[in-house]
C-alpha cells in the first residue's frame, strides 16, 4: 500500500482565497483524522471521521474551516477564506477499528503558507 | 481525558540508552499508552503501545509501573537517526480523543 496520500505537498496562497486540500486514506481503513501543526500550538486534532461520517469536529478552529469525505477514499479540508494565520502542515492520518492498536497513519502533509 | 506530561527536551549521544519518562496521573481503567515519534517533515509514526509491565519491540521497551501513572519509553543505543519528537498518548482503543501533547525533542549528538 502506498500509505496516506495528501496533496498538495505545498501551497502557497493569497490571505482571502480558497484553499482545499485532499487525503487518500489506506484502503480499508475507517477512521481519518485532520490534525494541524505550528510551532506555537503543536499538533492539534481538528476533526476525525469513522466510516466517513463526521464524529467530532470541535477541534475545527472556525467556520472558515470545513472538512467533507464524501467517500471511503477521499477526504478534503477546505479553508474559506483562509488568513495568514492558518499557515501550518496540515497533515491527514487514517486507522482502523479492528487494529488492537492506537496506530494511526500520518501523510508527508502539506505545508501551507498565507501571504 | 488523561492530560500527559514529558519534559520539554532531552539531550543524548551516540550508543547511549535514553528515557523519556511521561506522566499521566488521571489515566483510566481502560487506557493504553502510546508512543510516536516524529522527524523534521514527516508525520508521526507509531513506535509502541503497552497497558502494564513491560513492552518490548523491534525499536524500544515500554515501562509501565503498577500504578500506571507513568510511562517510560527506553531506545537503546540511540544513533544520530533517532533524533526527533516523542509523543506519549493515553487513552482508550476508540480513537475519539487521540491527542498529541507537546512532546519531548530528543536531540542526539555525535
Known amino acids: 500500500d502506498a500509505g496516506v496520500i495528501q496533496s498538495p505537498r505545498h501551497e502557497v496562497t493569497e490571505m482571502g482565497q480558497e484553499v482545499t486540500l485532499r487525503c487518500k486514506p489506506i484502503s480499508g481503513h475507517d477512521y481519518l483524522f485532520w490534525y494541524r501543526q505550528t510551532m506555537m500550538r503543536g499538533l492539534e486534532l481538528l476533526i476525525y471521521f469513522n466510516n466517513n461520517v463526521p464524529i467530532d469536529d470541535s477541534g475545527m478552529p472556525e467556520d472558515r474551516f470545513s472538512a467533507k469525505m464524501p467517500n471511503a477514499s477521499f477526504s478534503t479540508l477546505k479553508i474559506q477564506p483562509s488568513e495568514p494565520r492558518d499557515s501550518a502542515v496540515y497533515f491527514c492520518?487514517?486507522?482502523?477499528?479492528?487494529?488492537?492498536?492506537?496506530?494511526?497513519?500520518f501523510g508527508q502533509g502539506t505545508r501551507l503558507t498565507v501571504v | 481525558l488523561a492530560k500527559t506530561t514529558q519534559p520539554i527536551s532531552m539531550d543524548s549521544y551516540e550508543g547511549q540508552e535514553v528515557n523519556i519518562t511521561c506522566s499521566h496521573n488521571?489515566?483510566?481503567?481502560?487506557?493504553?499508552i502510546t508512543w510516536y515519534q516524529q522527524f523534521p517533515s514527516q508525520g508521526p509514526r507509531f513506535i509502541i503501545q503497552?497497558?502494564?509491565t513491560k513492552v518490548t519491540n523491534e525499536v524500544a521497551s515500554l515501562f509501565i509501573p503498577a500504578d500506571r501513572k507513568s510511562s517510560t519509553l527506553s531506545l537503546p543505543r540511540v544513533s544520530l537517526s533517532d533524533t526527533a519528537v516523542y509523543y506519549c498518548l493515553v487513552g482508550d482503543h476508540n480513537f475519539n480523543k487521540f491527542y498529541f501533547g507537546s512532546g519531548t525533542k530528543l536531540n542526539v549528538k555525535p
Open positions: 488521571n489515566i483510566a481503567t481502560n487506557d493504553y
Open positions: 503497552g497497558y502494564k
Open positions: 492520518a487514517s486507522s482502523r477499528t479492528a487494529s488492537l492498536k492506537r496506530e494511526a497513519f
